[in-house]
């Protein structure tokens, strides 16, 4: 079982309709969880950045954390198409993981049709 | 302000040769982390950095692999008779170093640099 679990997709879903996307662990020592947006062949972006259990909202992102089921999750609103990419969720044990790094999904590929 | 740069951006190399992959992070940035990102797996964790040190290598794949960092900034990963499995995009990324639940450790990644191996 790796670590950290993501669906790849491609998850294809209208203009304008809210996203979910969802990852799970396995390592209930995890305790700092972001998500990375990444457009072809370019370097990952930062989106959300949370610590422990609870939401947190930024614009159209909002990221979820429930650490008793080790889920998380990130909702986009009014999706565009601007917004198809590969979408990264990412956690660690402590801040930067440290000589660990961040522990990676293997993403999920979105398209936001027209 | 600028962000981290990696160089060179595509770099295609014959099996069996040395390459030299560069990193720049963030001006002020202390912590920089290297990873892997092979087609259709996920970002692989090498190797970090805090300030010049290392403090466990052993993240790196095989002894092939080496990675320095002089004055605090700039990095190189080194990659010695590359093999066809090395055949990646090898990210950089940089943080503050700030150990907090506040944030100051997040990564801001580089543009990357994708290593074919023929």
């Known amino acids: 079982q790796k670590e950290v679990e993501q669906d790849p997709g491609p998850l294809s879903v209208p203009e304008g309709a809210i996203v979910s996307l969802n990852c799970t662990y396995s390592n209930s020592a995890f305790q700092y969880f972001m998500w990375y947006r990444q457009y072809s062949r370019k370097g990952p972006e930062l989106l959300m950045y949370t610590y422990s259990s609870g939401n947190k909202e930024d614009g159209r992102f909002t990221a979820q954390v429930d650490k008793s089921s080790k889920y998380i999750s990130l909702f986009i609103r009014d999706s565009q198409p601007s917004d198809s990419a590969t979408y990264l969720c990412a956690m660690s044990a402590i801040p930067g993981g440290g000589a660990d790094g961040l522990t990676f999904g293997k993403g999920t590929h979105l398209i936001i049709q027209p | 302000g600028a962000g981290v740069s990696q160089s060179p951006s595509n770099k295609v190399t014959e099996k069996g040769k040395d390459v030299e992959l560069r990193c720049d992070p963030i001006?002020?940035?202390?912590?920089l982390y290297w990873y892997r990102q092979s087609l259709g797996q996920g970002l692989e964790f090498l190797i970090y950095?805090?300030?010049?040190?290392?403090?466990?290598k052993s993240g790196l794949p095989s002894d092939r692999f080496s990675a320095e960092r002089t004055g605090g900034s700039v990095s190189t990963l080194t990659i010695q008779r590359t093999q066809q499995e090395d055949s990646a995009v090898y990210l950089c990324?940089?943080?503050?170093?700030?150990?907090?639940?506040?944030?100051?450790?997040?990564?801001?990644f580089g543009p990357g640099t994708r290593l074919t191996v023929t």
């Open positions: 950095f805090q300030g010049n040190s290392a403090p466990d």
């Open positions: 990324a940089s943080s503050l170093g700030l150990a907090g639940n506040l944030g100051g450790d997040e990564q801001y």
């Open positions: 001006s002020g940035h202390t912590a």
